[in-house]
């Protein structure tokens, strides 16, 4: 396979896409074309959705100003406090400080769990620091996991403004954010090509369409969304004996929305699904193909063995990954995360560097021929070649996964914001 198609549907895709607007529609408009030419038969899903748009903020110490992004979908703040450098999350516990009222900087942002210790020690605001200064931080976007339950307010802001600050040790700061929340539609694409024979049983693939709100998302996920659309191109010509439910998903960026909206609308189907495929992020010219396996060992070997047996360098392991694979592994389907990576624009992810110039076809090409000859083998097997369980150790990643972003595991896919708006669809 060339990864040609990978590519022109990137080209036709690429740009800005936040959930829930019009550039994404357009993107999905492209998509639905795409379907319609190739003669896929699709619905759409449609499911209401908060977005943030990014914030502005300011870090104030004496007469020195610096700019910073404040963590979304939560309230304006301006507090403040003393300024207190900590190097890790776990000094709240380790370190014998006074920490209230002050304003705590930090390399790493805590986990969800964490944040009611912090909250006792009163603690009045947190400030972390991006990896690079060229780089706008999509951190804000991480407030998914505080959503309604954003306790401390939080700004990310340079790294070498960072280091200036240090300078202000123990001294009063004042730190300012506002950014605005609002709702919207979001939709996502869900294609099916019946299988010949065995179609009781199916093989999902997914990516997500939607991007980050500064970043034109060529490897995250024009990249996936390409390499879907190759598949199904193929597929449709080459017809397996098992079902494949192609997903393409939106809200991915915002807390996996879209996956867990459908699984939540699907559950009867998950004990039917033999396996599923995510693609999130590739494209990079140069860069390694990696294959994440939320599975189990079994599952591992047979992805190594159909890469060594097809000339495909793969890097295959078992682990969690985050993405719409998630709310599918919770419910006990197998994903294989597929992705490239360590070029320039996969270390860009989630930056307005996340650009087509960095992208080839021949970077999609081997997760293509891996896919098809995955997909084959699992397709036509005489019985599904894939063990369909995923391990105790894996489940128990999962399950934190969830927990460490503010998410029990009734609320993954139930309970969700938007049941309630169910009967208008
Ligand atoms: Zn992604």
């Given at each position: 396979m060339s990864g040609k198609i990978a590519y022109n549907m990137m080209l036709k895709v690429k740009g800005i896409r936040i959930a829930g607007t019009v550039e994404e529609r357009a993107a999905i408009k492209t998509i639905e074309k795409f379907l319609k030419d190739i003669k896929v038969d699709y619905k759409k899903e449609t499911f209401p959705i908060d977005i943030s748009s990014v914030g502005k903020g300011e870090i104030i110490s004496g007469k020195k100003k610096f700019s910073g992004t404040p963590y979304g979908l939560s309230v304006p703040f301006n507090v403040s406090g003393r300024l207190i450098c900590i190097e890790s999350p776990e000094d709240f516990k380790n370190l014998n400080y006074d920490f209230s009222n002050s304003i705590v900087m930090i390399k790493e942002r805590p986990t969800h769990k964490m944040f009611a210790d912090i909250k006792k020690k009163n603690v009045k605001c947190m400030i972390t620091y991006s990896r690079t200064d060229d780089r706008t931080s999509?951190?804000?976007?991480?407030s998914w996991m505080f959503r309604d339950k954003c306790i401390i307010p939080m700004i990310d802001m340079k790294y070498s403004d960072a280091v200036k600050l240090m300078e202000n040790q123990n001294k009063k700061i004042v730190v300012n954010g506002s950014g605005k929340t609002y709702k919207s539609n979001a939709t996502s694409v869900i294609a099916e090509i019946r299988g010949t024979s065995k179609t009781s049983e199916t093989i999902y693939v997914m990516g997500h369409i939607d991007s980050v709100p500064f970043s034109p998302g060529a490897s995250d996920n024009s990249g996936g969304l390409g390499i879907i659309a190759e598949l199904m191109s193929y597929f449709k010509k080459n017809t397996p004996k098992r079902s494949i439910v192609f997903c393409l998903f939106s809200g991915e960026e915002w807390g996996l929305w879209g996956s867990r909206f459908y699984v939540s609308r699907n559950k009867e189907k998950m004990a039917d699904i033999n396996f599923g495929i995510n693609i999130d992020v590739a494209g990079d010219i140069l860069g390694n193909n990696f294959c994440v396996v939320t599975g189990n060992d079994e599952i591992c070997a047979v992805a190594k063995s159909v890469a060594k047996y097809n000339g495909i360098t793969l890097k295959v392991s078992k682990d969690i990954y985050s993405s719409d694979n998630m709310a599918f592994s919770f419910h006990g389907v197998p994903t294989l995360n597929l992705f490239r990576a360590g070029g320039l624009p996969s270390g860009y992810v989630h930056t307005s560097d996340d650009r087509m110039e960095f992208i080839s076809p021949d970077g999609l090409s081997p997760l293509v021929d891996f896919a098809v000859k995955i997909l084959e083998f699992a397709g036509n097997g005489a019985v599904n070649p894939l063990e369909r369980r995923v391990d105790e150790n894996t489940k128990k990643k999962i399950e934190d996964y969830f927990i460490n972003r503010g998410i029990q595991l009734d609320e993954v896919t139930d309970n969700l914001p938007y049941k309630k708006n169910k009967k208008k669809n």
């Open positions: 999509s951190l804000h976007l991480s």
